[in-house]
């Protein structure tokens, strides 16, 4: 028997055509790939967190009872560290304040955990704090920047920082992906431990893919 091969296959060697036939089919269809961008968290993270007051904070009659309110966080940043097991260490630097106006920056290191879901949630929490510093930063400007004056370019963490329910303590958040792969996350503060008027923190942080270099990448959107 003889077989013609016309011009439109002439070009085709025989392995292409196999190789074109069995894709086609459900069978020989190729396995699918691994979803390298499920949600997940491990590495160093900065962040950087600002303030939202609830309602009770600017009700008529304080009603939350502002007034009689300890030492609130306004502004953070810092960094974090996940191990991919659930558990988190980080350092915070923020700015706090009273209803007088007593004004310290509070510089500490803490521990926590976290949880991720399936789909890009998950929650954290701010568990123990440790080597914590104040710096009274209602001293007048006699010195050059940072204020208050000091050496080295940090600031003089020397005073007496408060303590019990009026400083850094227990938080919880609740968290979602904003970048495929786990490099961005934006956060809300969830607890509000004791009631009354309260500020609660919210912000973002980004995954630092070379810390300390000068060449992160963490500014992922």
Known sequence: MQIRVTSRWAGLTLSTVLAVAFTALPGWAKPPKSDSS???IKGRYAFRMTPAKSFAADAPADPGGLAGEPRQDLLRVGFFVADGAGGLTGHTIATTDTNTGKTLVVTFDW??????NADGTGFF???TVSNMMCAD???AHSGQTPHPAAAGGTPLLSTTCPTGAAIEGHEDY???FTNV?????????TD???????IFLTGTAHKQENPGNGNDSG???
């Open 38 to 40: 499920a949600p997940s």
């Open 137 to 139: 930063m209602t001293l």
């Open 219 to 221: 500014n992922d959107q």
């Open 181 to 189: 792969g786990g490099k961005a996350l934006q956060f809300i503060e």
């Open 111 to 116: 521990a926590g955990k976290y949880i991720v």
């Open 125 to 127: 929490s701010v568990d």
């Open 174 to 176: 609740a968290f979602v």
């Open 192 to 198: 509000n431990d004791g009631g009354g008027a309260k």
